[in-house]
């Protein structure tokens, strides 16, 4: 991430007055290949973990995969799509950084959109050490009532990064939560290009159907930032779209948004996601890597 924050420096391109979102109902949204979450846990005893769940769709299958901390295997594995490991509800334990870990899961109903990640019908609860580490699914609360201890401890959580892969025509949509009090917002990304009859693409990015940055003459302005207001947090927005352009074959473009306080005049570095410090602050980046089919 460093080599991508590098490219970026705090004075922007001009950024013009944008116009209000136009409709795109008939063109589709590029699909979601993987979906990656980072929660940030503390437990009761303050001992601090990172869990990192991975949706995937490839030529393999669908799978979920967990790792925790700075771990690059994943201790939990799940492939929905093969037979062997296609155990869609279940319990595992396992042991990672002196902890003991168990897991348990149910896909049997999950409902999908077009991505990787379920949307409802579906639970994943990880306990750490007996305490709750993480519940993610609209049926997590009713099977922590039903078959665990109501009265078990429950760690305090907080995500802190998400990262999703696309594939496919220049149209992102998602949603993002910028605080843990604040509520989902959509955001909308499009670059606009020639085959619409504009001279020079243009790069337009809405939240809640509000024109946020609009960057004209995009093939030299491809890597810039902009703050931008949400929730009365300061959202640093960056874009680099070099490879679309200059290295289509292979590369993606990248779109980040990330919060910071008033008191942090510097953009974000990689340094600074994996700090393992306990104030009650917590910020959040969303990271969207972008590849356009030729």
Not at 123 to 145: F, K, R, T
Not at 183 to 195: A, T
Not at 280 to 287: A, Q, T
Request: with cysteine.
């Amino acid at each position: 991430m460093r080599d991508i924050v590098s490219c970026f420096s705090e004075n922007a391109v001009n950024v013009s007055q944008p116009p209000p979102r136009p409709s795109y109902s008939s063109q589709v949204p590029s699909v979601q290949n993987a979906v990656a979450a980072i929660y940030k846990v503390i437990l009761s005893t303050q001992k601090l973990f990172f869990i990192k769940l991975t949706w995937c769709n490839n030529q393999a299958g669908q799978s979920l995969s967990i790792n925790f901390n700075d771990d690059p295997s994943p201790c939990f594995k799940l492939n929905t799509n093969l037979r062997l490991f296609r155990k869609m509800k279940g319990y595992k334990a396992v042991e990672s950084d002196h902890s003991n870990i168990e897991i348990f899961w149910d896909l049997s109903a999950a409902k999908y959109n077009t991505g990787p990640e379920p949307v409802h019908g579906f639970y994943v609860i990880v306990m750490v050490d007996s305490e709750i580490g993480l519940m993610v699914g609209d049926m997590a609360d009713d099977e922590v009532n039903k078959k665990l201890k109501t009265t078990i401890s429950v760690a305090k959580i907080s995500l802190v990064s998400r990262q999703e892969h696309c594939s496919g025509n220049t149209l992102y949509s998602t949603k993002a939560q910028f605080n843990e009090t604040g509520i989902p917002h959509d955001i909308l990304i499009r670059c606009s290009g020639e085959h619409e009859g504009l001279k020079h693409p243009i790069l337009s990015v809405w939240i809640d159907d509000k024109t946020v940055i609009r960057v004209k003459r995009l093939r030299w302005n491809f890597r810039g930032n902009q703050t931008i207001f949400v929730d009365g947090l300061l959202v640093d927005l960056m874009w680099d779209v070099h490879d679309w352009f200059f290295n289509p074959a292979a590369g993606s473009a990248v779109f980040m948004f990330r919060t910071r306080s008033e008191l942090d005049s510097r953009l974000w570095l990689e340094e600074k996601l994996v700090q393992k410090d306990e104030e009650d602050r917590v910020e959040f980046s969303l990271l969207i890597c972008a590849c356009k089919n030729i």
